[in-house]
């Protein structure tokens, strides 16, 4: 008899599951976990990454044991490593690193020269005024362009510093920018503190908010090197600085146009030396994780503990572990699968993909509110879906980065300069379509909308999501969810504007669009009313959200027809007393269990595009019939959700 793959130590019998799943299939662990010192929070994900963090540290640290016997990326890999380790070398040099970098900062002269340093700058990882990235143009997808968007903040959103709510964190970022520039030696470090947040405050007012930034139609914005010079007449200067090549920017899409012509309208009327002492910030911010303990401890007091709750910050190892990753991650994640991905894996999942394409197919056939043109089309968009598992065909070679274990900043800022020019490389290029934006060791999976494809790293293939013995019912409501998820991106309220080459056109007839939105509507109403447990009184917002929600919605429904085609009519054993169906909604629950501190809650209702995950777990599971019917949910129960009020989409 095959394994069940429920963990039922995990389970709460005092709750049932008709009346709070999450808390069912969570409880026993929900009580009994502590969320480490270290972190914001504790859950599936967490504990899946600290398996794939050990696995990792133990390629490296056996790289960085060879040390100069070691040859190519592995020397780059361990005196990377080791770099970052020698915390008595990080001491004795203090602000030394940055002592001539900040002198530059100040001996600016004029608004273009800062510009320009700040374009020198980015070459070293420092965020400036905006961040810049090469993608497929969404209006001719076959080819790569440069896209730009506003940035300059120092807090995670715009809505930190408008929202009244917020008014404590926003004082206590300035005390924070006062202690830093007080570390760099800053003049007038309390005044510059105020002045700081004054002008991000400005820049804020000018940014759009993160339920804006969800529609493509208004972030698509074309725009010729003139009609970008002419909304920030500095660009020339920074992309001269920052090295990337006329032929490069000849074209770009500016995602947010109005913030550049408010940035420009701010330079020109704000002081020089309060744009001094922002760059001097941004310098600093970028710099503390590499300096001494003084820095990253008064880095860590804000962004750790103030912002998120953390009350340590992580063992100096796993910090290295991650500065490592993020400057030669395919290197190590090229050994990670070796080690660590059995084959049979991918060809287990590739069953599942295609059982879910199928079941969408079925699904979207089947579909009463769509008209039969638009259903032709999203079938199109359907079959042209492209799913990328454990690993990448092609590797990125690592061979410019230039390593010194004596120079730990240095190592970082050429490990970043040396990413910049391989993604400008691509500008120009046909698109490259064996490209991962993920390393196989990142617990996570993402759909591109611009590629049309859906990528599941080595590392997520894992229990509780995948189990490669387990039961059929587990793995479709763990990782079948997760697959439904990233494929319903194809189709949620963003993804939707997308057709299967990538193009950015409406694909849909009005009425089959008008219907489409009335049943998210009906989703962002759900969603607006919920509180989570760890942040009473913070609600979730139902438009930020309303992708993800969509991704789960329609990931869970198509899910289980997907455990459905592949029992191909026969009836599912029980197992640890539950039926088939009600192990597929175990298995979905016990993906996202999770606790978390309170401030990390508030940020993250404010900032990110996922809902709390007992709603990700109860508010979807309450809309799908086949829920109500596995358990036997009748209007007396907590999970109960009157037909007429569940949402069905796809």
Request: hydrophobic letters at 40%; a negative charge.
């Amino acid at each position: 008899m095959p394994l069940s793959g429920i963990d039922l130590s995990t389970i709460d019998a005092g709750v049932r599951p008709q009346d709070d799943l999450y808390q069912y299939v969570n409880g026993g662990w929900l009580t009994s976990t502590v969320i480490p010192d270290d972190r914001p929070l504790e859950g599936t994900f967490t504990a899946l990454r600290d398996a794939s963090e050990l696995a990792v540290k133990e390629i490296i640290e056996q790289a960085a044991a060879r040390g100069a016997e070691a040859t190519g990326i592995e020397r780059k890999i361990g005196d990377l490593y080791n770099s970052f380790m020698d915390e008595a070398a990080a001491e004795a040099k203090g602000l030394d690193p940055l002592r001539a970098r900040l002198a530059e900062v100040f001996a600016t002269t004029s608004v273009p020269e800062l510009v320009a340093l700040a374009g020198r700058l980015f070459r070293a990882d420092v965020g400036g005024l905006f961040y810049i990235y090469p993608a497929p143009d969404a209006g001719n997808p076959d080819r790569i362009l440069l896209y730009t968007g506003q940035g300059g903040l120092g807090l995670p959103d715009e809505s930190y510093y408008r929202e009244e709510k917020f008014a404590a964190m926003v004082q206590a970022y300035q005390e924070h920018v006062e202690a830093m520039l007080a570390l760099a030696g800053v003049a007038d470090p309390d005044g510059a503190g105020g002045r700081v947040v004054a002008l991000e405050t400005a820049l804020a007012s000018h940014h759009w908010d993160n339920v804006t930034l969800r529609n493509p139609q208004k972030t698509y914005n074309l725009k010729s090197a003139a009609e970008a010079a002419e909304l920030f007449p500095l660009l020339a200067d920074w992309f001269d600085a920052a090295g990337i090549a006329p032929e490069k920017r000849t074209e770009l899409v500016m995602s947010t146009p109005d913030f550049f012509s408010g940035a420009a309208s701010l330079l020109d009327s704000e002081p020089l030396a309060t744009w001094q002492e922002w760059l001097a910030m941004r310098v600093v911010s970028a710099a503390a994780p590499y300096l001494s303990s003084a820095f990253v401890d008064a880095n860590f007091a804000f962004y750790g503990t103030t912002l998120s709750g953390t009350p340590r910050i992580k063992d100096r190892w796993k910090r290295g572990v991650a500065v490592v990753e993020a400057a030669l991650g395919e290197a190590v994640g090229q050994i990670y699968v070796a080690r660590h991905f059995p084959e049979g894996n991918k060809a287990r999942m590739q069953g599942l993909v295609a059982n879910l394409i199928e079941a969408y197919r079925e699904s979207i056939t089947g579909l009463e509110w769509m008209g039969e043109e638009t259903k032709l089309e999203a079938l199109k968009k359907l079959d042209s879906f492209r799913a990328k598992i454990g690993y990448p065909d092609k590797w990125i070679d690592y061979s410019a980065v230039e390593v010194d274990p004596a120079d730990l900043l240095g190592n970082v800022e050429r490990a970043h300069s040396a990413d910049v020019d391989r993604h400008l490389d691509e500008v120009g290029k046909p698109v490259d379509r064996e490209k991962w934006l993920m390393t196989p060791q990142t617990v996570n999976a993402y759909y591109h909308p611009l590629l049309n494809e859906i990528v599941f790293p080595a590392a997520i293939l894992q229990p509780p999501f995948f189990t490669a013995d387990a039961d059929d019912a587990v793995n479709y409501g763990g990782i079948g969810a997760v697959i439904g998820h990233e494929i319903g991106h194809g189709f949620d309220d963003q993804g939707s504007q997308y057709d299967g080459s990538g193009l950015l056109r409406n694909w849909w007839t009005q009425d089959d669009r008008t219907a489409f939105e009335a049943l998210t509507s009906k989703l962002v109403a759900q969603f607006d009313a919920l509180s989570p447990t760890a942040a009473p009184g913070h609600n979730v917002n139902g438009k930020l959200t309303l992708g993800e929600n969509i991704g789960d919605l329609g990931g869970l429904t198509i899910a289980y027809k997907a455990y459905l085609i592949s029992l191909d009519g026969q009836e599912p054993p029980v197992l640890d007393g539950m039926t088939g169906f009600q192990r597929f909604f175990a298995s979905w629950a016990a993906g996202w269990r999770q606790v978390i501190r309170t401030e990390e809650a508030v940020r993250r209702l404010a900032t990110d595009p996922h809902s709390p995950n007992e709603f990700r777990t109860n508010a979807i599971a309450k809309n799908l019939d086949a829920f109500h019917e596995a358990f036997g949910v009748t209007e007396q129960d907590g999970m109960w959700m009157p037909p007429q009020e569940r949402v069905s989409i796809w």
